[in-house]
C-alpha cells in the first residue's frame, strides 16, 4: 500500500503499470495521467513485511465477523478469553470480540468456571488482506486484488 503520490512516480518512472484509475487526473510536465488506484509492479519486489498484525480492536472484530465469539450477537467489546487479571496476555490468541452481555457475566473468570467454550481457538490473522487494516481508509476498488473480507470496512 503506497500513497497515490508514490504510485504516481512509480507509474512515471515505469516502475509500475495501472491497473485502476481514479477519475482525477493529475498532470506533469509533460503527460497528463489519471491517478493510479491499483498498480502492479513490472519487477517482482520483496516487500519486507513485518511478520505480525498489528493486534488492535478493528482488527479483532474484523478476525471475528464483528460477532460476539461466545453467543454470536453483536460484538461490542474486545474479551481477554483468560482474564489479565489472572495472567492472560493481550495477544492474538488470547483476545476475542464479544458483547456487553457476554463480557460482562464473565468478567474475571475463565471459560472453566462459566461453563463456556469456543468455537475454535482465536489466532493470529495473516495474509495480504490484514495490512488494510493499518490503512484509515480502504478504498472499495482495492478488495477484489487482495480478497478483504466483508467485515473489513472503510
Ligand atoms: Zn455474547
Redesign the pocket.
Known amino acids: 500500500m503506497v500513497s497515490s503520490r508514490r504510485a504516481i512516480v512509480l507509474v512515471l518512472t515505469e516502475k509500475a503499470v495501472s491497473v485502476d484509475s481514479a477519475a482525477d487526473v493529475v498532470h506533469a510536465e509533460t503527460v497528463a495521467l489519471p491517478v493510479p488506484v491499483v498498480v502492479r509492479l513490472t519487477r517482482y519486489v520483496r516487500v519486507p513485511y513485518t511478520a505480525q498484525v498489528p493486534l488492535s480492536r478493528r482488527a479483532v472484530f474484523a478476525r471475528d465477523g464483528s460477532s ?1 465469539v ?4 453483536s460484538a461490542t467489546s474486545i474479551d481477554h478469553v483468560v482474564p489479565r487479571s489472572r495472567g492472560g496476555t493481550h495477544t492474538w490468541d488470547n483476545v476475542v470480540a ?2 456487553r ?2 463480557n460482562h457475566a464473565k468478567a474475571d473468570r475463565s471459560l472453566a468456571e462459566m461453563g463456556w467454550e469456543l468455537p475454535h481457538p482465536p489466532r493470529t490473522p495473516s495474509g495480504a488482506a490484514w495490512r488494510l487494516l493499518g490503512a484509515r481508509t480502504v478504498d472499495p476498488r482495492w478488495r477484489e486484488w487482495l480478497g478483504v473480507p466483508e467485515s473489513v470496512s472503510a
Open positions: 460476539c461466545y453467543c454470536g450477537g464479544a458483547c452481555r457476554c
